[in-house]
């Protein structure tokens, strides 16, 4: 199973969320930014370490807010959020095409990366 961290990244009221863009694996779909966990990394460095490497992106980890396992055609994922507070950002996108910050009731309006959308009842 693949292990992912992602980051609900408040700044204020609103959360960050990118759209993946051509050429990765579910192009188009968008997310709250992360990555994978690799051996022997714990999920926090890994998602400091990912939001750094995609978006120059500089946070403060909070608490796990909650993981969801879903099934994909190709692989299962194991998708643990963390609530996040925005520090600063270079926004130099290297994963995405587009970001954008919303507030939590209009996550919904966007096409979301399957495994997310159970996320977001846990952030309303
Ligand atoms: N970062 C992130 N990945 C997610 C989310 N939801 C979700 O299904 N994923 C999937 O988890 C996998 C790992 O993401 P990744 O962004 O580290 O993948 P990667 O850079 O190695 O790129 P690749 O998937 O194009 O090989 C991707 O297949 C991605 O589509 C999410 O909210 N954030």
Do not use: Q
């Not at 750094?52 to 992106?57: A, F, V």
């Amino acid at each position: 199973m693949l292990k992912v961290a992602c980051g609900i990244i408040y700044k204020g009221d609103e959360i960050f969320i990118g759209r993946r863009k051509e050429g990765k694996s579910m192009a188009g779909k968008w997310e709250f930014p992360g990555g994978k966990v690799e051996e022997n990394e714990s999920k926090k460095s890994a998602l400091i370490r990912e939001l750094r490497e995609e978006l120059g992106m500089a946070v403060n980890v909070h608490e796990k807010l909650g993981t969801n396992i879903h099934a994909y055609d190709a692989f299962t994922i194991n998708l643990v959020a963390y609530r996040c507070s925005f520090i600063s950002a270079k926004f130099d996108l290297t994963d995405h095409d587009k970001f954008e910050w919303v507030l939590p009731y209009n996550l919904k309006n966007y096409d979301l990366a399957e495994a997310d959308i159970p996320l977001i009842n846990l952030l309303l």
